[in-house]
């Protein structure tokens, strides 16, 4: 079993960046796929980036491709979501999570994650 548990979020102006940090223990990150979701206000929760396999690289839904990065370190058992030129959009409660079941599944589909942070929220307001 794995504890996870998110941090970095805030408040920032459009064309900002934040970095959030997912800090695991318990078990090593290694053995789960790993995903960065949201929630705003009145809507579902969405998958923004996730990486399905121990060792692959990150997917990203279209709405952050190419102004999100989510990386990890292995040594720290963290992952990351380095958010570059925000918009208002991406006002949203941010949530880490992973999942045994999620592994070799290339969408982020919640119900395979089963270990879910406390979530950061990120307000991105002038």
């Known amino acids: 079993q794995v504890q996870l548990a998110e941090s970095g979020g805030g408040l920032v102006q459009p064309g900002g960046s934040l970095r959030l940090s997912c800090a695991a223990s318990?078990?090593?990150?290694?053995?789960?796929?790993i995903g960065w979701f949201r929630q705003a206000p009145g809507k579902g929760r969405e998958g923004v980036s996730w990486?399905?396999?121990?060792?692959?690289?990150?997917s990203y839904s279209d709405s952050v491709k190419g102004r999100f990065t989510m990386s990890r370190d292995n040594a720290k058992n963290t992952v990351y979501l380095q958010m570059n030129d925000l918009l208002p959009d991406d006002t949203a409660v941010y949530y880490c999570?992973?999942?045994?079941?999620?592994?070799?599944?290339?969408?982020?589909?919640?119900?395979?994650?089963?270990?879910w942070g406390q979530g950061t929220q990120v307000t991105v307001s002038s």
């Open positions: 318990g078990s090593r990150l290694d053995y789960y796929a």
């Open positions: 999570a992973a999942g045994q079941d999620a592994l070799g599944i290339d969408r982020p589909y919640t119900d395979l994650y089963q270990y």
């Open positions: 990486i399905s396999y121990s060792h692959g690289r990150p």
